[in-house]
């Protein structure tokens, strides 16, 4: 079964910047989409961005030119580097594996930005 644990949630300033990753473990053959979501009580899980197979990338019009979508095969990782941090990004942040048929979810990290 393929399982996501992700790391580098944390307390940061605005302004500020967290490199948040999600590794990955058991056999990855294909997928639809790789991404990070995330949920702030009484709001719906939001898309924060994703990327395809091929590259092709996708992010939410409020962390455009801020946050950026990366992958390492080699060590079964992907990433989502957060820079220039605002307190509306606190939230809980949940890694996702979409393989079209189904989909698979971390555990979710939380980022606090505030002063």
């Known amino acids: 079964q393929v399982q996501l644990v992700e790391s580098g949630g944390g307390l940061v300033q605005p302004g500020g910047s967290l490199r948040l990753s999600c590794a990955v473990s058991?056999?990855?053959?294909?997928?639809?989409?790789m991404g990070w979501y995330r949920r702030v009580p009484g709001k719906q899980r939001e898309l924060v961005a994703d990327t395809t197979r091929t590259g092709i990338t996708n992010y939410a019009d409020s962390v455009k030119d801020r946050f950026a979508i990366s992958m390492d095969s080699a060590k079964n990782t992907h990433y989502l580097q957060m820079d220039s941090l605002k307190p509306e990004d606190t939230a809980v942040y949940y890694c996702?594996?979409?393989?079209?048929?189904?989909?698979?979810w971390g555990q979710g990290t939380q980022v606090t930005v505030s002063s």
């Open positions: 996702n594996i979409d393989f079209g048929r189904s989909q698979v």
């Open positions: 058991g056999s990855l053959f294909s997928f639809y989409t």
